[in-house]
């Protein structure tokens, strides 16, 4: 399909990803009605050069709590394209400790915002899935795992989050294959980059080292675990790059993954944020906290044969634009909305 300009919704759309896909949507000429309960997204990542929003605020958003399919049914309808971002996810602190929490809500999520584009004849799907939920072993074992889209099976994700963000793939999939919608599906490594959550407790390892640098000597410089442990950092313009052109040329496709195919130990990555930092910081490591899986990179052949795409941006480059936009940021006083309740 050509996506624009086209009526699209994005789930997600105030978070981290999605802001910066409808950015580039609306830029494109489409109508983008963004759908978001605000518990990780923020409106402030909607406007555009701190000044104007994206969208009407008044009409294109929507206060939503999608696991209340009453509240997906009525949103998502009279639109070609849903790009479905919203998910619950954290740092790996509160991924491993919420599992109960993250899965329920992952689960109802998902398969509600399904359910809606079904019941309101939506043409197009877009998923968007994670490496989390690659086989735990593969993401642990010696040496440098580099990672295909085939072999996700037999599944045994890590965390009770990738085993969710799996289901929403295999379900959307079933969808797909009999004949009810089209689909993308999309599995993303290490997204960073300006927009990404930086708050204490929650945020992933590049914005985490980065407050703490900027913080530094007032919040000391550890990382969690040995710095041994790899991961494959993808920038995020990259990945919004990946997400239009699945709509052109990765529906019905199956799943397509894109990273950098690129392994950074997170020792290096730590390195690389006290240069950018210009502080006399000698990292220290602490293995007693929680580090997640050993590592895994992207091979991203079947995203360049199929959609074209290639990733552009360096890792120092997106590290120096991360950091300056966090440090813009007030870093001290930033605040996580409470945790919404369970529903029976």
Known sequence: MDIRPAKIIVTGGAGFIGSALVKRLVAGGSSVTVLDNLWRGDLENLRIGGRDYAIDLERDFHLADLTDYSACLASIRDAELVYHLADIVGGVHFALKEQTFVFRQNILI??????????NC????????????????????????????EQTYPANPESAYGWSKLMGEYEAGVAQRAGRINVGLLRLHNVYGPGVSFEP????VIPALIRKAILYPAEPFVVWGDGNQYRDFIYVDDVVDALLLMADKGMNRDVLQVGSGQATPIRDLARLI?????KPITPAFD????????GRIADYTRAREILGWSWKTDLTTGLQQTYD???????SGAQWPSLPALRP
């Open 287 to 294: 293995s007693n906290q929680p580090q997640g899986d050993r």
């Open 122 to 149: 939506i043409p197009n799907y877009i998923y968007v899935g994670t490496a989390c939920s690659y086989p735990k072993h593969l993401q642990m074992a010696d040496g440098i795992s580099v990672l295909r889209e």
């Open 274 to 278: 006290v240069e950018i930092s210009g």
């Open 325 to 331: 936009w966090i440090s813009r940021r007030n870093t």
């Open 110 to 119: 998902n398969s509600n915002v399904l359910a809606a584009c079904l019941e």
């Open 201 to 204: 407790d929650r945020a992933q």
